[in-house]
């Protein structure tokens, strides 16, 4: 039986749990349903954890047991949110993928898109890719970014497109369980760009409750998929009478997803799993990660981006309410996309399956 290290962001953010989801599953189709997987946080930020990223105790331990080591998905490159100690990622020993990983500009005060502060060094970017075997970057400004450097990249996009090949595994609501419209939130104060744009957002939110109730959708939920965001969500229960949900369970959350009328969402990773399910979804972006992965997945051209509208953005809003959503069916090559591309990423897996087992018997 294989053992695969997966280092992988916790944090607040239950997209994290799905990512880390769609990946396990992906490696037990691959590897076989006996493979161990063990996660690591990638960094110790949110963790009490010293064992975390690639510091000297977890290599020491990925060394001892491990036969392969996956890093990501996640935003890990975005945030600088990967621990590594220059002398032991050169001392790691099993096979090394980096998946989904990406690296995206923000929105400054003036409408461009700038560097984040705390994006990660190139310089770490360099040692990190010099010592990997595999690097499949979640979008194309990642991917850009790093064959600009001259590092050896593929283009890999979000496992979680995958997500409704695992339906059967994730368990029912409870009998009678009415999800109704799902509006997955994020705290204004939590989106990279200029504030004149986060000022918006609460009352594009009540303008998109009112047309819902218009257009007979009966009940309507908030949806946290960040227990940060649960502050901001109290002010629909006060204002438009719409309670909120949050909850740290992937299989939960990903219950919901499946389960939902519709899914309105301000979050990449409410977004992917309720297309991959066919439900109805309004993606909204307002960075560049976000719209590059939907651009990548042909998918971007029904996405409403929030920066790009400007003061159009509610009035898109509210006609693609009326107009139902968008589907991957309702948009031209995209589902024969996705399938594609889920089966690239199969195929990857299997050359990082080839590596580990040269590792183990070499």
């Known amino acids: 039986m294989l053992t695969i290290a997966n280092i992988r962001p916790f944090g607040h953010n239950v997209g994290n749990h799905a990512i880390g989801f769609a990946i396990r599953q992906m490696l037990y189709e691959v590897f076989g ?25 977890s290599v020491n331990d990925i060394n001892r047991f491990a036969d392969g080591v996956i890093i990501g998905g996640g935003n890990l490159y975005e945030n600088d949110e990967l621990d590594i100690h220059p002398m032991a990622i050169s001392s790691v020993q099993p096979p090394l993928m980096l998946f989904s990983i990406s690296r995206g500009r923000v929105y400054g005060r003036k409408g461009h898109l700038i560097e984040r ?33 001259g590092l050896n ?27 109704g419209t799902l509006i997955s939130v994020r705290t204004p104060g939590l989106m990279n760009m200029p504030f004149r744009h986060q000022a918006r957002v609460q009352k594009d939110i009540e303008a998109a409750i009112d047309r819902l109730r ?3 959708h009966k009940r309507i939920r908030i949806l946290c998929n960040d227990s940060r ?5 109290t002010l629909f229960r006060h204002s438009r009478k719409v309670d909120s949900i949050f909850t740290n369970d992937v299989y939960t959350y990903l219950g919901l997803m499946r389960s939902a009328e519709m ?10 799993p309720a297309l991959s399910f066919g439900n109805k979804t309004i993606n909204i972006t307002y960075d560049e990660r976000a719209q590059c992965l939907f651009n990548d997945l042909k998918f971007g051209s029904a996405c409403l981006d929030m920066i790009g509208l400007g003061d159009e953005f509610r009035d898109a809003l509210l006609n693609k309410i009326d107009n139902g959503g968008d589907t991957l069916q309702s948009v031209p090559d995209v589902e024969s996309e996705w399938k594609r591309i889920g089966k690239f990423q199969l195929e990857q897996l299997e050359e990082f399956k080839k590596l580990v087992v040269g590792y183990v018997k070499g």
């Open 117 to 149: 502060s705390d994006v990660i060094d190139d310089r770490k970017l360099e040692l990190l890719l010099s010592h990997t075997d595999i690097s499949l970057s979640r979008d194309s400004a990642t991917h850009q970014h790093l064959t600009g450097l």
């Open 153 to 179: 990249d593929q283009l890999g996009w979000c496992p979680t497109i995958n997500i409704n090949r695992y339906s059967h595994l994730i368990p029912p609501l409870p009998d009678k369980e009415y999800v």
């Open 263 to 272: 899914v309105i969402s301000y979050r990449l990773h409410a977004s992917l």
């Open 33 to 57: 349903r006996l493979v161990t997987v063990i996660d690591y946080p990638a960094s110790a930020k949110y963790e009490t954890l010293a064992t975390a990223g690639l510091s000297k105790k």
């Open 214 to 216: 218009e257009n007979g």
């Open 229 to 233: 965001d649960l502050d901001f969500a």
